[in-house]
């Protein structure tokens, strides 16, 4: 499977953004599809997720549970994050992965990534 993000942007503290993760070549459903996030000298964070399959089993990290939303749109082959109430420590470049892992929260085991978006929130 090809993964591609997108909708990154440069916004204020309180902005909302979305993101998308395009899947072709295989559905996106067959992979567990995570987001994660990398700042400046630090490790690659896990941030959410959204199981493979037909159900909807989602994943957050403590810092954005209330605020991101993940969810899958099967008809448009696409993942999407949903980030309201932006916070500038959400600063990074957002990646998406596809994995067939049960360990979903470490970047390690995930087999397909796609390119970067930069997210940029400023205070």
């Known amino acids: 499977v090809q993964l591609q993000a997108s909708g990154g942007g440069l916004v204020q503290a309180g902005a909302s ?7 072709s070549g295989r559905t996106v459903n067959s992979y567990t599809i995570g987001w ?5 000298g630090t ?3 896990f941030v959410a ?10 994943y957050y990290v403590d810092s954005v549970k209330g605020r991101f939303t993940v969810s ?16 500038p420590e959400d600063t990074a470049v957002y990646y998406c992965g596809g994995t ?3 360990d979903y929260t470490s970047w ?3 087999q397909y990534w796609g ?8 205070s």
């Open 17 to 23: 953004l979305r993101l998308s993760c395009s899947a």
């Open 100 to 102: 067939s892992s049960s």
């Open 108 to 110: 390690r085991g995930y």
């Open 36 to 40: 994660f996030r990398q700042a400046p």
């Open 49 to 58: 997720g959204i199981r493979s399959g037909s159900g909807v089993y989602t």
């Open 72 to 87: 899958r749109d099967n008809a448009k082959n696409t993942v999407y994050l949903q980030m309201n109430s932006l916070k």
């Open 115 to 122: 390119r970067g978006t930069q997210v940029t929130v400023s």
């Open 43 to 45: 490790d690659r964070e």
